[in-house]
């Protein structure tokens, strides 16, 4: 990550934002501080950034054999 918040990427690609409920473990100090203190039924998403890097015409992979 870089100044002012500013993502890179390392490949040229499509950049997917996702969210998944997230679900701190039980006896973790994340459940005992943070939980505790939301509302009763409040949801916390996590946010993944993907990079699906583009598909390059002419490159292949040669499968190798291990000895």
Do not use: H, W
């Amino acid at each position: 990550m870089g100044r002012n918040n500013t993502l890179y990427a390392l490949e040229d690609g499509i950049v997917r934002y996702t969210k998944e409920v997230y679900v701190p473990p039980p006896r973790s100090s994340e459940s005992r501080d943070v939980i505790c203190r939301l509302p009763k039924g409040a949801i916390l998403y996590k946010t993944f950034i993907n990079v699906i890097p583009n598909t390059e015409v002419g490159k292949q992979f040669e499968t190798l054999t291990l000895q």
